[in-house]
């Protein structure tokens, strides 16, 4: 007779993809790697863009580590948001932790694994910065208030930071200085993330990243939120987030000096990708209630075309002083 954990991993991998579930037989790394492409390029709009500017031999690392990244996230938020699937979700990121160990001592089934085994032993990678996604995962199905600004950032240390450190592991960079940087460039683009879907995260998730004693400061409550009208007390509330997101972002721009010049331009494009999102809810005068502030199709061409042309015209002049 099955357990309840294993009836709750049945039921939340029924609400995915069939082709997330773990198969009996491991695919080759060849087939593994083609997975985990197909679902970095269908699922993330701007990895085209930003896997344009790494050198071809790095592409298969960041395609495998997009991958964990993104199976990991929809076993926490695509099952559902009421009680039993969150259980459903806890169930099946114990699973994935459970795949994890399995592929640091060699027995990778999941074509994510398969794949990511590769890198993990190319790049030198710790099973921390894995490991950490998956607590923030779980937190995410047990913890939706914030008492205050510690502990939004305690989040995003499982969160967002690991992200970029498995970036720089990928890159070749494994120093405390650069991690400092990017974990702070992290950081911000979480928070951007934040404030920007302050309306979302409430109404279909149930959760409030806002800190819960800045909101009293500023004389918001739960109900302000939940009646989706910016007040005053509100606008000023989110103009006081935004500015410590840029403050976040500014500190970690100098890292971009720090890398070479394809990462240097991924990690360019994506603090200006966040420093707009900044800027639309600015334009907005702080209103993220009544409609979710975005980045104009304009803008995103824009953003992309300075990073292509900051990619060509090193080339160019090459070219052009040689001849």
């Known amino acids: 007779m099955a357990s309840d954990q294993e009836l709750l991993r049945e039921q939340g991998w029924a609400a995915l993809p069939a082709s997330y579930r773990i198969p009996a037989i491991a695919p080759t790394l060849d087939e593994a790697r083609a997975w985990c492409k197909h679902l970095a390029e269908t699922h993330y709009e701007n990895f085209h863009v930003a896997s344009w500017f790494?050198?071809?031999k790095l592409r298969p690392h960041f395609h495998a580590i997009y991958a964990y990244c993104r199976v990991s996230d929809d076993l926490g938020d695509e099952t559902?948001?009421?009680?039993?699937?969150?259980?459903?979700?806890?169930?099946?990121?114990?699973?994935?932790?459970?795949e994890l160990d399995a592929c640091y001592e060699g027995r990778a089934r999941h074509p994510v694994f398969v794949a990511l085994a590769e890198t993990i032993r190319a790049c030198g990678i710790p099973k921390d910065p894995f490991a950490e996604l998956l607590t923030a995962f779980v937190q995410d199905q047990t913890?939706?208030?914030?008492?205050?600004?510690?502990?939004v950032l305690a989040y995003c240390r499982n969160s967002a930071n690991p992200v970029g450190r498995l970036?720089?592991?990928?890159?070749?960079?494994?120093?405390?200085?650069?991690f400092r940087l990017s974990d702070a460039t992290c950081t911000a683009l979480?928070?951007?993330?934040?404030?920007?879907?302050?309306?979302?995260?409430?109404?279909h998730r149930g959760r409030i990243y806002l800190?819960?004693?800045?909101?009293?400061?500023?004389?918001?409550t739960e109900q302000t939120i939940a009646a989706g009208?910016?007040?005053q007390e509100f606008r000023a509330l989110l103009r006081n987030q935004v500015e410590?997101?840029?403050a976040l972002f500014e500190e970690g721009l100098p890292l971009i000096g720090m890398v070479d010049a394809e990462l240097a331009l991924d990690l360019d494009l994506f603090s200006r990708g966040g420093l707009e999102i900044l800027r639309a809810i600015e334009q907005r005068d702080y209103d993220v209630l009544s409609a979710r502030p975005a980045i104009s199709k304009t803008t995103k061409i824009g953003l992309a075309l300075r990073a292509v042309s900051g990619k060509l015209l090193p080339g160019l002049r090459l070219k052009a002083k040689a001849a």
């Open 167 to 178: 970036v720089l592991y990928a890159c070749g960079y494994a120093d405390e200085e650069r």
């Open 143 to 151: 913890v939706a208030r914030y008492a205050n600004a510690d502990e």
């Open 80 to 98: 559902g948001n009421d009680l039993e699937a969150r259980a459903q979700s806890l169930a099946l990121l114990g699973q994935w932790r459970e």
């Open 54 to 56: 790494l050198p071809k």
């Open 211 to 220: 800190p819960q004693d800045a909101m009293a400061r500023f004389g918001v």
């Open 190 to 203: 979480q928070l951007a993330n934040f404030w920007q879907d302050v309306a979302s995260d409430y109404q």
């Open 229 to 231: 009208q910016a007040t």
């Open 244 to 246: 410590w997101a840029r």
